[in-house]
Every structure is written in structure tokens, then in C-alpha cells.
């Protein structure tokens, strides 16, 4: 898991770490994870008040147009080791752009969930405006 | 409670990041704490001094970790896309509410759809055919987060090893 994740770390320029602090709120911050033992070195900086515990990392990007985006995020825990700070990875969760026909994926398994969650609470499933939303659109670009 | 007046305290620099950024990584709490962190479009209500984002209920575990935890954190850090000149990081931790009822008008978020249909002009192809819109419609089942920040941080540069300045709202 390390190496696969380092190498996807590699492809980003940095990546955003969020800890706890000290009142159980998350707190987020770019960092640069150094793979090290058992984890990867990250610098938390003071102002942060981090508390070992529970910790997540992600990676994103989109270019310039909102557009080839990818993400991904990393559950796992944060830990003081000889005076520095180290998170170790426990689960990768792929987000847009990773996986084999990425956007295909997301969509069928996103209506299968939007389904799952009207069927949970037996709401109909909504209308969406479309011809509201080509108006809007219409604007957007025509003014 | 709610101070709508803190973005009159800010400087202009961390209300153009408000303004123009395309993306705020977003932070909630999962079911055994564990912050997760996704980039969402937000929304910045200066008139009420908070912020909207939504999700689809299509992705709707960040509905579910604000019901259970309202803690939030949104960080702006990636300026890509915008015209901004080396602009500040900022850093909001509050708390966000998520109501279980499905926004689907549009109208609400008329200037909003615009910023976003302009800054990611593929987006306009959308639904346009009825194949695509039985494809997307899940993702137009939006659910609004509120978000009411009780702590601003922001550093020049971007630069976030440095000691930042800081605004502390009620709770924060």
C-alpha cells in the first residue's frame, strides 16, 4: 500500500492533511507527506494544535476549466514519533479520475445510491428543471 | 449564532479567495471521527456570513457526517482557475447543518449555476439528450449544506507554516 501510495502522492504537488485539534474540530492544511516508517513524515504546524488520533489526506486537482479533475482521499491516524509527526494510511478511497472508466462508475453508482436514498424515505423521484437549467446556462455564455 | 457582519472585518484579499475560488476542500466528520476531505463548489453569502454548498444524494455521506457531527472545516488552498495574483490560504472551521429536504429549483442558485457553468464550460453538455439525462439526473438531487464559521484563518502567500492571522467568531 505504502509504495502504490507514495507513487500517487508523487503525482501531485501536495496534498491537503486534516487532523483533529485539541476541541475535537478538524483542522486542514497543505502539507508535502515524506514516506518514513510505518507512514508518511508530516509537518503540523503548531498553529494547528494537533492531537494524535484520527486523520485524513486527499489530493486534488482540476485544470484551469474545472475540467480533468482527479481526487482521491486517504483515512488514517496521525502519531508524535521521535518529535515529528507521521500518518499512517489505512484505507485509499478513489474519487474522480482513477479506476477503469472512471465517470461511467460514478455515475451508475451514484444513481444507484440517489435511488437507495428515496427508496429509504419513500420520496418520488424528483423532476429535474431542465429547461430551467439550459435557461441558466443559456445566460451563462449569452448574457 | 450567527455574526453576519465578520466579512466587513476581512481583508479584501480573503473575500476575492471567497469570491473566486472554484473549490473548497471540504472536511467532515465521519462515524468514527475520522475527518474526510473533499473539494466542493462553494458558495459565500457575505449578506449572512456564511457559506452553501451542496451534494448530491447521489454522494450523500457528507449529508449523513453533518447530521451525526455538524463540525466542519473548509480550507481554500488551490487557486487554479481563477485570476487571482498569489492570493491567501484560508481556513474556516465552523459548523454546517444539512436539511433532509431535495433543492430542486435552480432559481435560488441562478448566480451561482453562472459562475459555475462559466468556470467549467464542458458542464454546459449536460443533460442535454434524453440518454445524458437519465445518466445525470441523480447528480441534480441536490441536498444544501449551511455553513457557519466560527473561525477564520488566512496566511499571505499561501504560505501555511507560518503563524496565521486569525478571526474568532461566536463558538470558535
Known amino acids: ?143 | 449564532m450567527l455574526d453576519p457582519a465578520w466579512p466587513d472585518r476581512c481583508p479584501p484579499e480573503v473575500l476575492a479567495v471567497f469570491a473566486e475560488f472554484r473549490t473548497a476542500e471540504t472536511t467532515t466528520l465521519a462515524a468514527d471521527g475520522t475527518p474526510v476531505t473533499w473539494p466542493l463548489f462553494p458558495m459565500f453569502r457575505r449578506d449572512r456570513g456564511m457559506f452553501q454548498l451542496t451534494t448530491s444524494i447521489g454522494l450523500p455521506d457528507k449529508a449523513f457526517n453533518i447530521r451525526r457531527d455538524p463540525r466542519v472545516a473548509l480550507l481554500f488552498s488551490n487557486p487554479v482557475g481563477t485570476a487571482l495574483v498569489d492570493p491567501p490560504a484560508v481556513l474556516i472551521q465552523g459548523v454546517a447543518s444539512c436539511p433532509d429536504e431535495l433543492a430542486t429549483d435552480f432559481e435560488p442558485f441562478r448566480e451561482d449555476f453562472i459562475r459555475l457553468t462559466r468556470a467549467q464550460p464542458i458542464s454546459r453538455f449536460y443533460g442535454l439528450d434524453p440518454l445524458s439525462r437519465r445518466l445525470v439526473a441523480w447528480y441534480f438531487y441536490r441536498l444544501v449544506i449551511d455553513v457557519v464559521p466560527q473561525r477564520v484563518r488566512w496566511w499571505p502567500h499561501g504560505d501555511m507554516t507560518a503563524e496565521p492571522h486569525e478571526m474568532v467568531l461566536h463558538g470558535g
Not at chain 1, 509504495?3 to 475535537?24: E, H, K, P
Not at chain 1, 444507484?112 to 446556462?137: F, H, S, T
Open chain 1, 1 to 143: 500500500m505504502a509504495d502504490d501510495l507514495t507513487r500517487l502522492l508523487g503525482s501531485f504537488g501536495s496534498a491537503v492533511i486534516t487532523v483533529l485539534d485539541g476541541d475535537g474540530r478538524p483542522v486542514s492544511a497543505r502539507c508535502d507527506p515524506a514516506p518514513g516508517v510505518g507512514g508518511f513524515v508530516v509537518d503540523l504546524p503548531a498553529w494547528m494544535g494537533a492531537v494524535e488520533g484520527r486523520a485524513g489526506l486527499m489530493c486534488h486537482y482540476h485544470d484551469a476549466r474545472l475540467w480533468h479533475q482527479r481526487s482521491f482521499v486517504v483515512r488514517g491516524r496521525v502519531e508524535r514519533s521521535f518529535g515529528r509527526w507521521v500518518f499512517i494510511p489505512e484505507q485509499t478511497i478513489p474519487g474522480m479520475g482513477y479506476g477503469r472508466f472512471p465517470l461511467l462508475r460514478m455515475m451508475i453508482r451514484g444513481r444507484r445510491r440517489a435511488a437507495r436514498y428515496l427508496q429509504a424515505r419513500r420520496l418520488p423521484r424528483p423532476e429535474v428543471p431542465w429547461d430551467q437549467m439550459r435557461a441558466i446556462k443559456r445566460e451563462a455564455f449569452h448574457g
